[in-house]
């Protein structure tokens, strides 16, 4: 996202990377695993139901509509995947 220009500079100042430290304190402190998917995992894109990539989707498209009749929430539907995601890795300090 840091390279969409149109992004960056919103990206950048909602602060994920302190974000990041605060979940990996709190997972510290909590004695619980953080999981960290891989950047390109296709989270947002990726249907839920029938797994088919939607590489058209436009960030103004806050409803995630796929030809197999799923129809969700955008953010849920990216929540949803990246719950079931296989392949991440923990953090562990
Ligand atoms: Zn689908």
């Not at 969409?4 to 100042?13: D, E, P, V």
Request: with cysteine; glycine share 8%.
């Amino acid at each position: 996202m840091m390279k969409n220009k149109h992004l960056s500079k919103a990206i950048a100042g909602q602060g994920f990377h302190y974000f990041r430290k605060w979940l990996e304190c709190k997972r510290s402190s909590l004695g619980i695993e953080l999981r960290i998917a891989d950047g390109f995992h296709p989270s947002g894109k990726a249907c839920r139901v029938c797994g088919s990539i939607k590489a058209d989707l436009k960030l103004k498209d806050s409803v995630y509509i796929c030809d197999c009749g799923n129809q969700v929430d955008r953010d849920l539907n990216a929540a949803i995947n990246l719950a079931g995601c296989v392949r991440y890795k923990t953090a562990w300090k």
